[in-house]
């Protein structure tokens, strides 16, 4: 299955005050790469990918505050070079944990599609391509 994957492509972050987050890591020598909105039925969730300390760290802000606590990560994200071939092969392994029926196609940082599943112990795992 290596084949199928790039490697580490972020790992989303919840934060309730987005500026103050931009601003911690703007300090630990980060920049902020880009940025987007994204609608959902609750109201608009402000996402921004920050590049610092050799990773790219997703600021998700949601529409309606949520509890913070320990273990904020939302999710890690994964390169994959063709999507339904990844996808395919890890439901080839008895996985099908997948948090949609068809992976997930916009124009959010120029264009990717995305799929989310879970792990055994309910991480989520996002699955990225490039558009």
């Given at each position: 299955m290596k084949e199928y994957f790039g490697?580490?492509?972020?790992?989303?972050v919840l934060t309730n005050d987005l500026e103050k987050s931009i601003a911690f890591y703007e300090k630990l020598g980060g920049t902020v790469t880009d940025r987007a909105v994204l609608p959902t039925p609750e109201g608009e969730k402000q996402l921004v990918m920050v590049a610092v300390l050799g990773v790219?760290?997703?600021?998700?802000?949601?529409?309606?505050?949520?509890?913070?606590?320990?273990?904020?990560?939302?999710?890690?994200?994964?390169?994959?070079?063709?999507?339904?071939?990844?996808?395919?092969?890890?439901?080839?392994?008895?996985?099908?944990?997948?948090?949609t029926p068809a992976k997930n196609v916009s124009s959010l940082f120029g264009g990717m599609a995305n799929w989310f599943?879970?792990?055994?112990?309910?991480?989520?795992?996002?699955?990225?391509?490039?558009?």
């Amino acid at each position: 299955m290596k084949e199928y994957f790039g490697g580490l492509a972020h790992i989303g972050v919840l934060t309730n005050d987005l500026e103050k987050s931009i601003a911690f890591y703007e300090k630990l020598g980060g920049t902020v790469t880009d940025r987007a909105v994204l609608p959902t039925p609750e109201g608009e969730k402000q996402l921004v990918m920050v590049a610092v300390l050799g990773v790219t760290v997703e600021l998700i802000h949601p529409p309606v505050p949520v509890e913070l606590k320990e273990g904020t990560v939302s999710h890690f994200a994964v390169w994959v070079k063709d999507i339904d071939a990844a996808a395919a092969a890890i439901k080839a392994q008895g996985i099908d944990t997948f948090a949609t029926p068809a992976k997930n196609v916009s124009s959010l940082f120029g264009g990717m599609a995305n799929w989310f599943f879970t792990g055994p112990n309910g991480e989520r795992i996002e699955l990225m391509e490039k558009c």
